[in-house]
Each structure stands twice: as structure tokens, then as C-alpha cells.
């Protein structure tokens, strides 16, 4: 039986995690993400990740800070684009590990090479 999301609030932020190498290819001169930072793989089943901002801190989203770099976005950009984010805490049980910041972006086609660039223009890098 599949557990019942609930919404992200409309004013909410959230953190989008990013690798920091090579530089060029996730981050803007401008401080903006790449569209590579948004753009969903195969691999995500239709849902991109991301952590709810007041659920979590900087440095808990971003992990390993030699290796990632972290974006913030309002959930009303993500709103603005047809998309929804759920809530998804990860726990032992569903991930192997727990993360109650854990939420989901959902509506974004694997094909679709606009929204990952829009919602990139919108981010601005969280610098710790």
C-alpha cells in the first residue's frame, strides 16, 4: 500500500542538491543553477528530490560540502510551473535512511528540457 503525500505549503523553500564538479556544467556565472541542477534522470522515477527548508538546515541538505553545492527555490516557482511538491520523508523502512526533510517535485517529463531551465533561472545558490 503506497503512503498518502501530503503538499509542500505554497511558501515554502526548498533545497535542490547539486554536485560542484565540473563547475560550468550546475552553476551560472550569475549564481544560478544549470538546467542540469533541475533535470530529472532516469533514474528518479518521475520525482525529482529535494528538502524542505524548514525542516532542515543548509549544511544537513548539502551533506558533503567538498563535493555538492545547494540551490534554494521557492515552492511558489515550482507552483507557477504546473508542477506540485509532496512532502516525502525518507525513513529506514523506505530508504535506508531517515530524512524528514525529504520532499518530492512531481509533473516534469524526462523529455521536457524548458521547465528544468526555468525552474534553474528561479534558484539561487545557498552559500554556507
Known amino acids: ?25 550546475y552553476m551560472n556565472p550569475d549564481g544560478t543553477a544549470t538546467s542540469r541542477v533541475f533535470k530529472l534522470r532516469e533514474k528518479d ?27 534554494e527555490i521557492a515552492n511558489q516557482d515550482i507552483l507557477d510551473t504546473d508542477l506540485l511538491t509532496y512532502h516525502d520523508p525518507c525513513t529506514l523502512e523506505t530508504h535506508g535512511y531517515v530524512n524528514v526533510a525529504h520532499a518530492v517535485i512531481v509533473g516534469m517529463a524526462i523529455d521536457d528540457d524548458m521547465t528544468p ?7 539561487k545558490r545557498v552559500v554556507l
Open 45 to 71: 522515477g518521475g520525482e525529482l528530490s529535494v528538502d524542505v527548508k524548514s525542516k532542515t538546515t543548509s549544511e544537513i541538505s548539502i551533506g558533503d560540502s567538498s563535493k555538492y553545492m545547494l540551490f
Open 1 to 25: 500500500m503506497k503512503k498518502q503525500r501530503l503538499l509542500v505549503e505554497q511558501s515554502e523553500w526548498l533545497y535542490r542538491r547539486s554536485y560542484s564538479l565540473p563547475l560550468k556544467n
Open 117 to 123: 531551465g526555468l525552474l534553474a533561472r528561479r534558484s
